[in-house]
């Protein structure tokens, strides 16, 4: 089965497996420490690839990872990094002030975290992350789609999360150590709630995901020379048999 043939239908039911690091990243904008709450959302959010690739029984590259995990960026805008860093503190400290837009930014991040989570699931499920080559214009396609949600149901489900979260650290803590947690026992029961109900949006989210993942992929065909009906994994079957060749 090639990469684009695999079209069946994602999950749409909530494992707390998959969603559980998404979770933890978007609420750790709640810690009341600044750049604290920053090192934990980096720490969660970067475990989100590959734990969701355990649940599925599989193990992804590092380079993989990379690409999952790191949206392609001007080279002026690593440049700006350190001014970046300053002014996050800033920003970060003035939000323990004014509480109100802290839990607005917990709420866009958690929804974006469940979003990413979801899609990479069903990236997953669908075989697009078993190449590298494959992997990188998934990842490209997965950037694209998050940056288009405007609106969605995720939003508010993640609005009611974030305004019954406390103690995230502690959350977090006793789930890393498989420690029975109320509060946290109550967030995860809470989202399960609800999230069946928006099975047909999940449904809509990946039939656009598909949608601009093969139009990357026609377009790096049409790069390099190849009729659109051909698929990407011939192109890699092709280059295979060909480096082979060679080293014979």
């Not at 399960?192 to 999940?202: D, E, K, L, P």
């Not at 990946?206 to 051909?230: C, I, K, N, P, R």
Request: with cysteine; net charge positive.
């Amino acid at each position: 089965m090639t990469v684009n043939d695999n079209q069946s239908a994602p999950s749409t039911k909530f494992d707390w497996a998959i969603y559980a690091d998404a979770t933890f990243a978007g609420l750790a904008i709640l810690i009341p420490i600044p750049l604290v709450d920053v090192f934990f959302e980096w720490i969660f959010r970067r475990r989100i690839p590959q734990a969701i690739a355990k649940r599925n029984g599989r193990h992804l590259s590092r380079e993989t990872v990379f690409f999952l995990n790191n949206q392609p960026r001007n080279w002026w805008g690593c440049l700006l990094w350190p001014l970046a860093l300053a002014l996050l503190f800033l920003k970060r400290l003035f939000r323990t002030i004014l509480y109100f837009l802290t839990v607005k930014d917990a709420s866009d991040k958690l929804s974006y975290y469940w979003h990413k989570a979801f899609l990479l699931n069903y990236m997953l499920q669908r075989g697009d992350l078993d190449n590298e080559r494959v992997a990188r214009l998934a990842a490209d396609a997965m950037f694209l789609v998050l940056d288009e949600i405007t609106t969605s149901p995720l939003l508010k489900l993640a609005q009611e999360v974030v305004a019954g979260a406390n103690h995230v650290i502690r959350m977090s803590w006793y789930w890393r150590w498989r420690k029975n947690d109320p509060a946290l026992q109550r967030t995860r029961a809470e989202i399960a709630a609800t999230w069946n109900s928006y099975a047909q949006y999940f449904q809509m989210l990946a039939a656009h995901y598909v949608e601009t993942f093969e139009q990357l992929q026609a377009e790096a065909m049409g790069q390099s020379g190849l009729h659109v009906s051909e698929t990407l994994a011939a192109k890699l079957r092709e280059a295979s048999s060909g480096d082979a060749t060679e080293k014979s």
